[in-house]
Nanobody, 115 residues
């Protein structure tokens, strides 16, 4: 069982920055990959970024060059640094952890970008 707790969401003006954190309840070394997804009102949940245990990253085209995913193995935490935020980035952001058994999700954190 893995519990994920997200934090760092909030309200920011367009062009601003936020850093999301996702703390795992057990060592992320047992997790194959972690990622951030987001869901805007009336839309499906979509991939934002992922990072494997080996550190390989993947980004949605819409956030490339603006967002950076990283991990701190000592703190069992994954981060999402979001720069140059746009109103269309407004959504609930969810942390995901993939193990060999199943996938776990956090409760989500709201990010609102005002124009």
């Amino acid at each position: 069982q893995v519990q994920l707790v997200e934090s760092g969401g909030g309200l920011v003006q367009a062009g601003g920055s936020l850093k999301l954190s996702c703390a795992a309840s057990r060592s992320i070394f047992v997790i194959n990959a972690m990622g951030w997804y987001r869901q805007a009102p009336g839309k499906q949940r979509e991939l934002v970024a992922t990072i494997t245990r080996g550190g390989t990253t993947n980004y949605a085209d819409s956030v490339k060059d603006r967002f950076t995913i990283s991990r701190d193995n000592a703190k069992d935490t994954v981060y999402l640094q979001m720069n140059s935020l746009k109103p269309e980035d407004t959504a609930v952001y969810y942390c995901e952890a993939v193990t060999i058994v199943t996938t776990y999700w956090g409760q989500g954190t709201q990010v609102t970008v005002s124009s």
